[in-house]
Nanobody, 126 residues
């Protein structure tokens, strides 16, 4: 079972950029589809982005498409989320997630990731 630890969160001004990282250990990293989710205060957790085992297929929510980029390094066992042109609406706790499932099954809502990190706080000031 893979374990996930996020880092890179913090305070950023609107219009700025931030890169989140998620380090994985204890599993065969390249066999996992991976994703980023976020949860703002008083709101439900929402999907942000997902990437396939190889990194060749990526998917984004409409709210971040064109601004955020998900990527993975299967040699270093790290998942990234590059966040550009952030807005106060991007303020949330960001979680990385993993599962030995096809990424499209997650994107279409058929299955969920079963392994989650502890989260990292991102705060965007206006």
């Amino acid at each position: 079972q893979v374990q996930l630890v996020e880092s890179g969160g913090g305070l950023v001004q609107a219009g700025g950029s931030l890169r989140l990282s998620c380090a994985a250990s204890g599993g065969t990293f390249s066999s996992y589809s991976l994703g980023w989710y976020r949860q703002a205060p008083g709101k439900e957790r929402e999907f942000v982005a997902a990437v396939s085992w190889s990194g060749g297929s990526t998917h984004y929510s409409d709210s971040v498409k064109g601004r955020f980029t998900i990527s993975r390094d299967n040699t270093e066992n790290i998942l990234y989320l590059e966040m550009n042109d952030v807005t106060p609406e991007d303020t949330a706790v960001y979680y990385c997630a993993a599962g030995q499932v096809h990424v499209m099954a997650v994107v279409k809502g058929f299955v969920d990731f079963d392994t989650w990190g502890q989260g990292t706080q991102v705060t965007v000031s206006s």
